[in-house]
């Protein structure tokens, strides 16, 4: 399977735990993107980057959240002290075509936090 | 402020009928405008991607189209099959470049009954 993966796809944690996700995208993919998504909303853009550069970040990912790409191939969100509204989807995308930026998403990782 | 709305919020058609969703945006500057099916529990596919200068596009039995001045796209289904059954987001990128702001809207829910 040549698409975007995510690990893991499920996580159950207590508040105040760190939690790491991994996003894999497709090979050769300069741009990766992550999203939050909770139930019966559109995602919200968090982050993306352009090889191992962060070059945009939302309002929306607060000083807990942190991403990294540090090798221009899979990234990682983690999450510090987790908070119950944590408790989401959180998906990752990449793109290759500079035009037409054509996001290709992964299966989500989804997040409870208790 | 940047906003994606989407008509209706959920859909039941019987198999084989066609449909037509809505999406309205109040997106500036505009990049482009893509539609993306979402399958409960899956990330997002996309399926068309339209910029400023195209007024329709056609991906197998989906059929987008959008009026930029308006600000107004549809996406029309045909013949509905009870594999459509899904989220269908609608996606509008802001500014001069693709990645510099992406908002999606809310969905609509639609199910195909047989």
């Known amino acids: 399977d040549t698409g975007v993966s995510q690990n893991p796809r499920h996580k159950i944690t207590k508040r105040g735990q760190n939690v790491t996700f991994r996003c894999d995208p497709i090979?050769?993919?300069?741009?990766l993107y992550w999203y939050r998504q909770t139930l019966g909303q559109g995602p919200e853009f968090l982050t993306y980057?352009?090889?191992?550069?962060?070059?945009?970040k939302s309002r929306l990912l607060s000083d807990r959240f942190s991403a990294e790409r540090p090798k221009g191939s899979f990234s990682t969100l983690e999450i510090q002290r987790t908070e119950q509204g944590d408790s989401a989807m959180y998906l990752c995308?990449?793109?290759?075509?500079?035009?037409?930026?054509?996001?290709?998403f992964g299966p989500g990782t989804r997040l409870t936090v208790l | 402020k940047n906003q994606v709305e989407q008509s209706p919020q959920s859909l039941i058609i019987l198999e084989g009928k066609n449909c037509t969703l809505q999406c309205n945006y109040t997106v500036s500057p505009f990049s482009n405008l893509r539609w993306y099916k979402q399958d409960t529990g899956r990330g997002p596919v996309s399926l068309t991607i339209?910029?400023?200068?195209?007024n329709t596009k056609s991906n197998g039995r989906y059929t987008a189209t959008l009026d930029a001045d308006t600000k107004q796209s549809s996406l029309h289904i045909t013949a509905s099959q009870l594999s459509d059954s899904a989220s269908y987001i609608c996606?509008?990128?802001?500014?001069?470049?693709?990645?510099?702001?992406?908002?999606f809207g809310p969905g609509t829910s639609l199910s195909v009954i047989p």
């Open positions: 995308a990449s793109s290759g075509d500079w035009q037409t930026d054509t996001q290709y």
């Open positions: 980057f352009q090889n191992e550069a962060q070059l945009e």
């Open positions: 339209m910029t400023f200068s195209e």
């Open positions: 996606v509008v990128s802001a500014g001069p470049t693709s990645y510099d702001k992406v908002i």
């Open positions: 090979s050769e993919h300069n741009r």
